[in-house]
């Protein structure tokens, strides 16, 4: 899935780690694809160019449900400084 930033920065390296965010998952279950070998929280590297990265589906639904990233490039008025 395609993830856009939610300010207006063209270029920007971002590194998420879900797997470590425990108050977001609470008492669920961590994808397994998010944690290694070991069980410990693996570090996802998010490039965006032009304001947008493509990142596998359950790391976009985090990075939007956390209000790292948006689902469209839009930029509402209440969002500029």
Known sequence: MFVFLP???AIHTMFVCPAG?????KNQEV???WVDDDNKPITFEVEFRKGRAEVDDKVGEYMIKRGLARRTKFIRPEDED
Do not use: G, I, L
């Not at 965010?21 to 998952?25: G, H, I, L, T, V």
């Open 31 to 33: 994808p397994s694809e």
């Open 7 to 9: 300010h207006k920065k």
């Open 21 to 25: 965010d425990k108050d977001f998952f």
